[in-house]
């Protein structure tokens, strides 16, 4: 069974800390793209940040662009993302991602990041 296991939310203050890890299992990731996506109470589901299969790629929305960071472990079906100088309006539950072209998408739980002021 393939699954997305995400960790590492919980609450903190506004300017403070993160680190949300997501391991991936059940079949062979080889090429996946693997990334985080996050949904705001009374928002859609809007995409944060990325990584390619070797990890060389990285992509970061707009709004989390110099604050979170996306890395992979060196099992690759790991991927763990580093979010700093949190902002109340970065509340929100926090998916992992996996998909390649021609192949399935999937998807974690969510994990509650919850920034308080």
């Known amino acids: 069974q393939v699954q997305l296991v995400e960790s590492g939310g919980g609450l903190v203050q506004a300017g403070g800390s993160l680190r949300l890890p997501c391991a991936a299992s059940?079949?062979?990731?080889?090429?996946?793209?693997m990334g985080w996506f996050r949904k705001a109470p009374g928002k859609e589901r809007e995409f944060a940040a990325a990584i390619s299969w070797s990890g060389g790629s990285t992509y970061c929305a707009h709004s989390v662009k110099g604050r979170f960071i996306i890395s992979r472990g060196n099992a690759k079906n790991t991927v763990y993302l580093q979010m700093g100088s949190l902002e109340t309006e970065d509340t929100a539950v926090y998916y992992c991602?996996?998909?390649?072209?021609?192949?399935?998408?999937?998807w974690g739980q969510g994990t509650q990041g919850t920034v308080s002021s």
């Open positions: 059940g079949r062979t990731f080889d090429s996946f793209t």
């Open positions: 991602n996996a998909n390649k072209i021609e192949d399935n998408e999937y």
